[in-house]
């Protein structure tokens, strides 16, 4: 039996009485091809049943279509274990959808202890989700000369291109609306581990601190969790050093989480320990999720919107492997979600 013949660029081009060379632009996206063009070219394509040989076209550009996602560094959490929160996800799935739409699939990079691990993987770039503060899983990445773009702040001296909110602003606008609400003893429960936003926001809260004259409860050099290598160890940390610091003989009037999922736990210390939220403490977390809004009370954060995040950086990270330099952006946006956690006019 024989087979029908497939379609080529040629094909195409004929039937739409137009340039090889301009069905080539039309059909990439490329070139300067007018819209009416564009489309009945598309049109054409369809109806003849063409598909580009994408194989081809990767041979010829060097390029492999696919971007790779690192979530925060293997000696933390697993990648299964941050995409149990709810922030890792939307991340995920907006950088997915993204590189869809610029013609790439997306690569969810494997946990593994040594970063040249990387260099068997063939990627056209990588995102890099919450990096250390230097992340030697980038160092590798310039040594192979694939572009990186940090999703969240990233060491200048490691990236071409961040794309973040503004730490400094919303740690002290969460700050400036615990002390409203007449916190004058926050309690930061920072997980200690080495990723530049953890860093950025214990930074900005010690600088707050000596521009406020307050004595801040958190070192310069947070201590790390010890031991926690799942969500649910990380939980039972918070949980537990919240207990401590309110059965103290100093207790905080007010706790603040930079750890997705913690702010609940310390509630529930809260609770547990007969203490009324927000009459007796404040509980806010820097940023928002789900779990926030189901917890007793619902609790302040902030929306960091990851989804733009994502989405910025995808496109960010397409241009500089165009060759391209990406659109300047100002930091991504971010707003303060008042609830009954601090606000105690939302409370019966």
Partial sequence: MSMPNTPTLRDVASAAGVAVS????????????????????????????????????????????????????PDQLSSAE??????????????TQAAF???????????MKDPNGLRRIEMDG?????????????????????????????NPDQFEWSISPDLVATTETLLNHLTEQGATDIL???????????????????????????????????????????????????????????????PPDAILSVILGCAPAAARAALDLGLSIPGNVLIAQDSDEPALLTADPPITAVDF???????????????????????????????LRVRASTARSLTP
Wanted: include cysteine.
């Fill in 22 to 73: 301009t069905v080539s632009y039309a059909l990439n996206g490329k070139g300067r091809v007018d819209a009416a063009t564009r489309t009945r070219v598309q049109e054409v394509a369809d109806r003849l049943g063409y598909r580009a040989n994408r194989s081809a076209q990767n041979l010829r550009t060097g390029r492999t279509a696919t971007l790779g996602l690192m979530l925060p560094a």
């Fill in 126 to 154: 990588v995102l890099v989700v919450d990096p250390m503060t230097h992340d030697p899983r980038v160092d590798v990445l310039k040594k192979i000369g694939i572009p990186a773009v940090a999703v969240g702040p990233g």
């Fill in 101 to 111: 739409h610029g013609d790439h699939s997306l690569l969810l990079l494997p946990s």
């Fill in 305 to 335: 919107f990851p989804e733009e995040q994502a989405t910025l950086a995808v496109n960010a990270l397409l241009a500089l492997i165009d060759g391209d330099v990406p659109a300047v952006q100002s930091h991504t946006r971010s707003e």
């Fill in 82 to 95: 941050y995409l149990n929160f709810d922030w890792y996800g939307r991340v995920a799935t907006a950088a």
């Fill in 188 to 250: 930061i429960l920072n997980p200690g581990m080495g990723s530049a936003w953890t860093r950025a926001t214990n930074t900005a809260y010690l600088e707050w601190c000596r521009t406020h004259g307050v004595t801040p409860r958190a070192a310069d050099e947070p201590t790390p969790f010890e031991g926690v290598d799942t969500v649910e160890k990380m939980v039972a940390t918070a949980y537990a050093l919240t207990h401590e610091a309110l059965t103290s003989e100093n």
